[in-house]
């Protein structure tokens, strides 16, 4: 089984962004309902909730972030979502991290690895290795699925 996650520092800066930031920004924002005279204070109350869930939401699933290539399996743990594909029926695997394939049944489906998903040009800054892994990534999904590119 192989697994690809991202970089440590990727991890960390995502655990910051989530964490304190992300959960403390929705905890002030609902808040600011119970200042005196704020109106629409149901509206940004349930706001600031919703914002700290999805916060929290995404730092519990940051431990399994990652894509797995089991002997059958193509296993995704994203930030919100996590998807699987049969790994001989995968068919694409495009530049964009969309993964193409056949189920059981011959239905088609088109899913994004959103982890390795293209920030901008690699365009050899000192800061292109921050995020040239996910090209490496996408060919070593590519490989290991066996599929072709288009």
């Not at 991202?6 to 991890?11: E, K, S």
């Not at 940051?62 to 790994?87: C, I, K, N, Q």
């Not at 920030?119 to 800054?125: F, S, Y």
Request: aromatic share 10%; no cysteine.
């Amino acid at each position: 089984m192989t697994t690809i996650r991202p970089p440590r520092l990727d991890r960390v800066l995502s655990v910051i962004v989530f964490g304190p930031v992300g959960i403390g920004t929705g905890v002030a924002v609902a808040s600011v309902a119970f200042s005196p005279g704020a109106s629409a204070r149901a509206v940004v109350f349930v706001l600031g909730l919703v914002f700290a869930a999805i916060a929290t939401w995404v730092l519990s699933r940051l431990p399994r972030l990652g894509v797995r290539l089991s002997e059958d399996t193509l296993r995704y743990h994203g930030f919100l979502v996590s998807w699987s594909a049969p790994r001989d029926g995968i068919t694409t695997v495009l530049d964009d991290a969309f993964v193409e394939w056949r189920d059981d049944g011959g239905t088609e489906h088109r899913r994004q690895l959103w982890m390795l998903t293209q920030a901008w040009e690699d365009d050899g800054t000192k800061f292109a290795p921050l995020w040239r892994w996910r090209r490496a990534a996408l060919l070593e999904v590519r490989a290991g699925a066996g599929a072709r590119a288009v």
